[in-house]
T-cell receptor, first 115, second 114 residues
Framework: KAGVTQTPRYLIKTRGQQVTLSCSPI?????VSWYQQTPGQGLQFLFE?????QRNKGNFPGRFSGRQFSNSRSEMNVSTLELGDSALYLC???WGSGSSTDTQYFGPGTRLTVL | AQSVTQPDIHITVSEGASLELRCNYS??????LFWYVQSPGQGLQLLLK??????LVQGIKGFEAEFKRSQSSFNLRKPSVHWSDAAEYFC????????????FGTGTRLQVTL
């Protein structure tokens, strides 16, 4: 079974631009969560999508948004990029059932550099 | 609010020695608890998780963790470390009933000397 895939793996943007990151979950998984990882703040939860609806949201500004498609693939968008948005963005997928066997599986991440 | 503390930023052990990585959590109810490992340039790989039941949890790669409610701890252990275990280890807590919206600790970087 294929794992979580994220594209692109590396991205370089300049301040003020916008960026879209993509995540394809494990087949059958309906929940996709996004995390930002930086040396200063560590791993922080951005949001979770389940069945095309945002189910949970972290404490990030509105410049960070996402969506999920009917095939459970998800995209994350960051508008008006700032230098502080440079980070590794990780996507994780799970069944989303809420049962004790549910587990998040992470992709390799997208490394975003803002110049 | 839930939180996770990993007191050790960096640990160095010799190959073959035992390992214990500390994790303390703060959560109002019964939490999901996880340990993930991250190799350089990679995503996170789940080592083990605890939801309920037996407080000693076995994971992959020979790792185990013990949940101690009285100490709010979920320490990760391995009896004999291999050089390939060098990586960063993250403890995480999540609300019961969902695997998402995890709160992570700051991580412990493990170095293994030969």
């Amino acid at each position: 079974k294929a794992g979580v895939t994220q594209t692109p793996r590396y991205l370089i943007k300049t301040r003020g631009q916008q960026v879209t990151l993509s995540c394809s979950p494990i087949s059958g998984h309906r929940s996709v969560s996004w995390y930002q990882q930086t040396p200063g703040q560590g791993l922080q939860f951005l949001f979770e999508y389940f069945s095309e609806t945002q189910r949970n949201k972290g404490n990030f500004p509105g410049r960070f948004s996402g969506r999920q498609f009917s095939n459970s693939r998800s995209e994350m968008n960051v508008s008006t990029l700032e230098l502080g948005d440079s980070a590794l963005y990780l996507c994780a997928s799970s069944w989303g059932s809420g049962s004790s066997t549910d587990t998040q599986y992470f992709g390799p991440g997208t490394r975003l550099t803002v110049l | 609010a839930q939180s996770v503390t990993q007191p050790d930023i960096h640990i160095t052990v010799s190959e073959g020695a035992s390992l214990e990585l500390r994790c303390n959590y703060s959560y109002g109810a019964t939490p999901y608890l996880f340990w993930y490992v991250q190799s350089p340039g990679q995503g996170l790989q789940l080592l083990l998780k605890y939801f309920s039941g037996d407080t000693l949890v076995q994971g992959i790669k020979g790792f185990e963790a013990e949940f101690k409610r009285s100490q709010s701890s979920f320490n990760l252990r391995k009896p004999s470390v291999h050089w390939s275990d060098a990586a960063e280890y993250f403890c995480a807590v999540g609300p019961t009933g969902t695997a998402s919206k995890l709160t992570f600790g700051t991580g412990t970087r493990l170095q293994v000397t030969l």
